[in-house]
């Protein structure tokens, strides 16, 4: 149970309103005579604690010895964020076939048939006690099973139930009718299967021996049993004495404690495990039977280190301040500070300035193919879109290409012409965003080529894509984006730079830049010595019901992406505005109560922006100004009637990312100010792996 309890700990982020979790416990059979295992289910409204209190006063009132040793066990839980029904213990997961609880099951993601399937299984019989779409699931199970002229295997079953089921799935599925077995499933839904060995009774060996390596228990093959284990006389272990721990979870953070060692799942891959063993099967469509499949054990990159807080009280608080640290991985083996000495190439007299700074690897093998695209096309959601609408101007700029932004839901809904010389820029944090994922493949079957920019390994963006950047922001965990929005800046402007390498003429920009990308984790740094003076004027707007803040250029990103910061976790009503467009409309909203943040720094706008604060100025507006250090001209226009915010002075196309620091420590203190929760805001998850749909 501890660890059921601690990996829905490490995923709560993902969704909180509501948890569930299913055991294998002894209960009295039906004719009274003898107890059985059989899984129960216990859920509870709200968090996972509120779930641990009532797991414990229920095994307390079951008598159950909680440190009792099974051989073997299966186990499964979950934390839910409502899509279909309101978030209560009946809603919550997980959902079951009967009180009799033949099947048992957790799912993430939406299944968009659900009412047929409901409606059908309502003519035949069976009564339904949720709101959810999921509840049709082991419904199904059971009607199927009861149909069976004769028992069939497990995951056969369920391959027979997931046929009929249209949507987005990751399902564990457990059942009273197969006692001691466990199936995993997945389509459209990250799920990752993690193991771990193990001796019982004592220490386990350094050196695990598998058929495929002598060091690490990594099997190639679709089943996997343990490895053989030399004991301490150089003989081997009897297969009776070693242990195998299986971990199925949604996502690396809650698996990493126990194993680094796991497969990412593909679509339509099904799991089964039995007598500690797993098989892994795959179906193709619903004619063909499932057939087993290879899939590769690896590695996990993360460490337990950066899914902790550290000393920090909230993650947000931890991840705005560990970017100077996140800037600087992003660009860690991939930016030259000084460029190549054309005397290493054997090419005497030629310029050194002429030597490529930035290298992706995960695109080398692919930027000629960008560079004669017709367009590039970025695609993304929420703080990975403004990202790109940041660094819009920088790839215009230095490729002299067509650049479109796209939001992901947009494009589906428009179906947007996309052709086969386009190049689609995919942009999302968690690698598994469902409108992006989406967007990928209506793209993919339009011919065009498609890049990944995710911030984890291993995601569904990043195996589908044929090539891509990976941000190395580190895991976060806070719902609001912040580290993953400066480092996606910094990879798409690395991006622009290896694609205009090839322009002699653009040479001398691209250096300024990647010296500016340099200094860049030097200058975040200095934002957050504004700290203290942010939290002064979170003070004097934690009042306050609606917050504007104008932008323009590059900093019109800055501005609506600093008003999402805000509404998504201080509850206060924000808008960002393009400065260019306050005469159409906006004005009307200012006046002498209105606080509205400017954000005016040196750039290409800078004296239009000066013009906006004169017209604002006019009306008598409250304003809160974002400037640079060495400004002048600003400080001579509005003394000391308004408050400035100082932030240090980079390149133009770098600027965006020392401007939303401050904007994102004054999110941060604002909920604090009002009494929320910066880390868990209502209604909203982390990742987003379900549509409306």
Aim: charged share 20%.
């Amino acid at each position: 149970m501890d660890t059921l309890f601690e990996g829905l700990r490490r995923l709560e982020y993902r969704g909180y309103d509501s948890a569930g979790i299913s055991l294998d416990l002894p209960v009295q059979s039906p004719d009274e005579s003898n107890e059985v295992n059989k899984p129960v289910v216990i859920k509870a409204k709200g968090k996972v604690a509120d779930l641990v209190a009532l797991v414990s006063e229920e095994m307390d009132s079951l008598q159950i010895d909680q440190d009792a040793c099974v051989t073997t066990h299966a186990g499964i839980a979950h934390t839910r964020w409502a899509t279909h029904g309101p978030p209560c213990a009946t809603n919550s997961h997980p959902h079951v076939s009967s009180s009799n609880h033949e099947f048992v099951l957790v799912h993430n993601g939406t299944i968009t048939n659900y009412r047929a399937l409901k409606e059908f299984l309502v003519k035949e019989g069976e009564e339904f006690s949720t709101e959810t779409d999921t509840e049709v699931i082991p419904k199904l199970c059971n009607f199927l099973y009861g149909k069976l002229p004769e028992p069939i295997p497990f995951p056969q079953l369920v391959c027979e139930v997931v046929k009929q089921l249209e949507g987005a799935y990751a399902l564990l599925i457990k059942s009273s009718v197969y006692p001691g077995e466990l199936v995993a499933c997945r389509r459209g839904s990250p799920l990752i299967l993690g193991m771990k060995y193990g001796i019982q009774g004592g220490p386990a060996p350094k050196s695990p021996v598998s058929p495929n390596t002598p060091l690490t228990p990594k099997l190639t093959g679709s089943t996997a049993s343990a490895p053989h284990f030399p004991d301490q006389s150089g003989g081997t272990l009897d297969n009776s004495s070693y242990g195998l721990e299986l971990f199925l979870a949604s996502e690396a953070s809650a698996v990493v404690e126990h194993t680094k060692q796991v497969i990412y799942l593909e679509d339509n891959d099904i799991v089964h495990m039995r007598k500690g063993e797993y098989t892994v099967y795959n179906w193709n469509d619903v004619d063909s039977a499932s057939v087993e499949v290879r899939r590769t054990i690896q590695t996990l990159t993360m460490e337990v280190g950066q899914i902790m807080k550290g000393g920090y009280d909230h993650y947000m608080q931890k991840e705005i301040f560990e970017q100077a640290e996140t800037i600087a991985q992003t660009m860690q083996g991939r930016i030259k500070a000084t460029p190549l000495s054309p005397i290493k190439f054997g090419v005497p007299n030629v310029d050194r300035l002429l030597y490529p700074r930035v290298r992706l690897g995960g695109l080398v093998d692919f930027v000629s193919t960008i560079r004669r695209s017709r367009r590039i096309i970025f695609i993304g959601c929420g703080t990975s879109y403004h990202a790109a609408l940041c660094s819009r101007q920088t790839m215009e700029e230095l490729t002299q290409m067509p650049v479109v932004l796209e939001l992901a839901g947009d494009i589906l809904d428009r179906r947007c012409p996309i052709f086969r010389d386009d190049t689609c820029v995919f942009v999302s944090q968690s690698g598994e965003t469902a409108d992006t994922m989406r967007a990928m493949e209506y793209a993919k079957e339009s011919g065009a080529l498609c890049v990944g920019i995710t911030n984890t390994v291993g995601s569904a963006i990043a195996r589908s894509s044929h090539c891509g950047i990976h941000i190395n922001a580190g895991a976060e965990i806070g719902v609001a984006s912040t580290k993953a929005y400066t480092s996606q800046i910094v990879a798409i402007t690395m991006m622009a730079i290896v694609l205009a390498d090839d322009q002699i003429s653009k040479r001398r920009r691209i250096n300024e830049i990647v010296d500016s990308l340099l200094e860049l984790p030097d200058a975040i740094k200095k934002c957050l010595l504004l700290n203290e003076a942010i939290r002064s004027l979170a003070e004097s707007l934690k009042t306050e019901n609606s917050l504007l803040m104008f932008g323009r250029g590059r900093n019109y990103a800055t501005a609506v992406e600093a008003a999402l910061k805000v509404k998504e976790v201080s509850y206060m009503h924000s808008e960002g505005i393009n400065a260019g467009e306050m005469k159409h409309g906006p004005l009307a909203l200012v006046d002498e109560h209105m606080p509205i943040i400017v954000v005016a720094t040196k750039d290409e706008m800078h004296g239009k922006m000066q013009g906006v604060i004169q017209q604002l100025m006019a009306r008598n507006a409250r304003l809160i100004i974002i400037c640079n250090e060495d400004e002048i001209d600003i400080l001579d226009m509005v003394g000391d009637r308004y408050p400035l915010i100082m932030v240090p002075n980079t390149d133009e196309a770098l600027q965006p990312v020392a401007n939303i620091i401050p904007l994102q420590l004054l999110s941060y203190h604002l909920t604090l100010l009002r009494g929320f929760n910066v880390d868990q805001p209502r209604n909203l998850a982390k990742s987003v792996t379900v549509t409306e749909e």
